[in-house]
């Protein structure tokens, strides 16, 4: 039996993209309408699929393989929506496989004969295998755990004869290869231009991401109040995307470094709308009645609206940035305009502290807006680098993601329980299909350990099964008894694999067809000499229904999902991971703390389904604070490096790293010193007479300002030594 995986099992629960720049379509609101009016795409996606897999059933029926459904079951498994994740897939699938096949002889080699040492160990290479899959993302992650039940499913196979364990693992394996070759074959000529196709769907994402971060951007400097709360979910949709690039990497081929340009332009993007929020704080907290600012905010914001249409032209970009650099002169003169103003007037005593205090105000919004405009700038740059090959180009860009020990070891430990209890069943109660309930618990547990969630997902997972069972028992006890050739049997079996590709591209149905089109063919199990008998179809398959649900069970019952929980562990993680900002050497770089918080953000958005609770609206907020905060520390601290500033203003900010490094979310003396600071350094600009340190001395009042606001203002959400619940 090979090991096993899903169509769209792992797309399960992501976000939603951005919406798209054309028209939305009209979604159909009947129920079956996935079955009754699919998409051009579910159609060619089920077709090609049907195919290859009764192609790779043929073909291993062919051959006599012992068991030839597993070829068929593992083109379901292999096959995605896009090619580039096929072949992702495919290639992480080989590489776990073989672990998996190297393990489970060693396992049985071990261990032979000696029952209560060998499931202990296979459980302990199950659980270490879950756990280290909960820390990696994407495919890479499916290996691990792939790993670990490809080894079970051919040691547990190998116990009746252990001698033969070798040719139990070569078996196997060949079923891999064969469904693998089929569905990649099949696939193929189906994909024309797959590499034009791949830089085409990063352009047109990217460029999505691009105008709609734009806009929000826009509305916030409009003074949208509403639009805080709707540039906090686009967080998500970066992070679906990031983790797509690497598929289209893969339909791309070894040409360049396209989709690293890709992953730095979604970083520039997230950091744009964290600049966005960051100015509605400044705006704020200094006087914003100023005709000089509200002109180049208004001439900044219509630019941003403006950013979607130019973004559609094959030759906009080159206007953009030219456009961009425009806006950030003009910024760069009202600041230099604001310091000439000062140093040449004379302030009545009276006028002085008020007129020069709005002069610094100024300063310190065209500050803002410039390196906003910059981050921009920064994003359109790689969007453009990502368009096309760049000779002799080595730019490598990888965002982190938010690592959670405690999850991982928790999924380690259920996959263990688990098969031990799998097995401890077995041996007790000498089930003769026993073997086939242990190989499904493994299975099963393989495949959801990892998953935020896995008793909803097991559930879904078990009522595709029984479909499955049913739809089996219709045609193994009624239609497949009149057949003996493969042309019947392909049409026979033509229609509900159809049906079940069809399914899969439907996003409510999508569990439950992953385990229909996995286990349809096991429970049909076609023979070249003869069929199974009623006896062995009943037991062969309760014995599968019955490890899914034993799975189902132990979810439930052993260190069950508490999202609670989570977001009480990523809040003190998130405080930890402060700290580190303020005092580690070197300086955290921004990618990877921004690709840890969008991750934590696309957790919680997972979290609050529909509609989200006030605590989760507050954990979104305070997460984006929390994100705000550390990229201002940062920006603070490459500040320090640059060493342009007087030695007073660096121990102001040395005292506020200093608190930082020992934040606990208590008390609010960081945020008290932060305030303290950014009063001497307001006094410090006003009587410094090198301009080029009052530039320095702006921009870090402008990040000690954001940085007091947002640690007062969620006060509560950062305290880590309690629960959060929003009242």
């Given amino acids: 039996m090979p090991s096993l995986s899903f169509p769209l099992l792992d797309r399960i629960g992501r976000l939603r993209a951005f919406r798209p720049l054309g028209p939305p379509g009209v979604q159909s609101k009947l129920p079956l309408s996935w079955l009754l009016a699919p998409t051009p795409s579910a159609i ?83 659980g270490l295998c879950c756990g280290l899959a909960t820390l990696v993302r994407n495919f890479r992650s499916y290996a691990l755990v792939l790993a670990g039940y490809t080894t079970a499913i051919i040691a547990i196979g190998a116990i009746p004869h252990p001698e033969n364990v070798f040719m139990t693992a070569m078996s196997r394996a060949t079923y891999i290869v064969l469904g693998i070759v089929c569905e990649s074959t099949v696939a193929g000529l189906f994909a024309h231009n797959l590499a034009e196709t791949a830089r085409r769907n990063i352009r047109d994402k990217l460029r999505t991401a691009l105008s709609n971060v734009s806009e929000a951007v826009a509305s916030l400097l409009a003074g949208d109040d509403k639009a805080l709360i709707r540039s906090r979910a686009m967080f998500g949709p970066i992070l679906s995307i990031n983790d797509q690039i690497e598929f289209s990497e893969a339909e791309m081929g070894p040409h360049g470094h396209e989709g690293d340009h890709a992953r730095a332009a979604l970083a520039a993007v997230s950091v744009l709308l964290s600049r966005g929020l960051g100015m509605t704080v400044r705006l704020q907290y200094v006087q914003t009645d100023q005709p000089i600012f509200r002109e180049t905010a208004s001439n900044v914001s219509t630019f941003l609206s403006s950013l979607p249409n130019r973004l559609n032209t094959e030759t906009g970009v080159r206007g953009i940035l030219r456009d961009l650099q425009l806006l950030r002169a003009e910024c760069h003169q009202q600041i230099v305009d604001a310091l000439t103003h000062e140093i ?31 981050e921009l700038e920064q994003a359109i740059r790689e969007y453009d680098a990502s368009q096309h090959f760049i000779r002799g180009d080595h730019f490598h860009f990888r965002l982190q993601s938010h690592v959670d020990k405690r999850e991982a070891a928790y999924n380690g430990v259920r996959a263990a329980v688990a098969l031990s209890a799998a097995g401890l069943v077995w041996e007790c109660t000498a089930w003769p299909t026993g073997l086939g309930f242990i190989t499904f618990v493994a299975i099963v547990c ?84 003869g069929r199974v008998d009623e006896v062995t179809w009943f037991n062969s398959t309760w014995a ?74 507050g954990c979104l907020q305070g997460t984006l604070a929390a994100m705000t905060i550390g990229l201002n520390i940062i920006r603070l601290r490459a500040l320090l490096h640059r060493n342009q500033i007087p030695p007073a203003a660096r121990r102001a900010i040395e005292i506020v790293m200093k608190r930082m490094s020992h934040f606990t979310g208590k008390y609010g003396h960081t945020a008290h010193a932060a305030r303290v600071a950014t009063t001497a350094l307001r006094r410090m600009e006003a009587a410094e007479p090198n301009i080029s340190t009052r530039i320095e001395l702006t921009r870090a009042i402008a990040y000690l300002i954001v940085v007091s606001h947002e640690l007062d203002a969620n006060a509560v959400f950062l305290d880590a030594t309690r629960p959060y619940r929003a009242v």
């Fill in 544 to 617: 599968i229904l019955l490890g899914v649900f034993f799975a189902v069970l132990i979810f439930r019952a052993v260190l069950p999902f508490n999202s609670a929980a989570e977001r009480w562990r990523m809040r003190r993680t998130l405080l930890r991971d402060l700290r580190t900002l303020a005092s580690a050497e070197p300086t955290p770089m921004t990618r990877d703390w921004i690709g840890r918080n969008i991750d934590r953000f696309a957790r919680l958005i997972r979290h609050a389904g529909p509609t989200p609770s006030p605590t989760i609206e």
């Fill in 344 to 374: 040449g007037s004379a302030f009545t005593l009276e006028d002085e502290h008020d007129q020069i205090s709005a002069l610094l105000d100024g300063r310190i919004l065209h500050n803002a807006m410039d390196e906003l405009l910059g």
């Fill in 44 to 126: 060619g996606f089920a077709l090609r699929t049907t195919a290859a897999a009764l192609i790779a059933l043929v073909i291993a029926l062919w051959m006599e393989l012992d068991d030839p459904q597993w070829a068929a079951m593992t083109v379901w498994i292999v096959a995605q929506g896009s090619r580039g994740e096929s072949l992702s897939k495919a290639r992480w699938r080989l590489v776990g496989t073989g672990i998996g096949v190297v393990m489970s002889i060693t396992l049985i080699s071990a261990f032979n004969q000696t029952a209560w040492l060998f499931f202990p160990a296979l459980s302990i290479w199950l």
């Fill in 446 to 529: 393989g495949l959801f350990a990892t998953r935020e969630n896995p008793v909803v997902a097991t559930t879904q997972f078990m009522i595709g099964g029984i479909w499955a069972a049913l739809v089996a028992f219709f045609l193994v006890f009624f239609v497949l008894p009149t057949q003996s050739n493969y042309e019947m049997l392909v049409a026979t079996l033509a229609v509900p694999m159809f049906a079940g590709g069809l399914a899969a591209r439907n996003a409510s149905t999508a569990l439950h067809s992953a385990a229909y089109t996995l286990l349809l063919p096991n429970f049909v199990h076609p023979l070249n000499q």
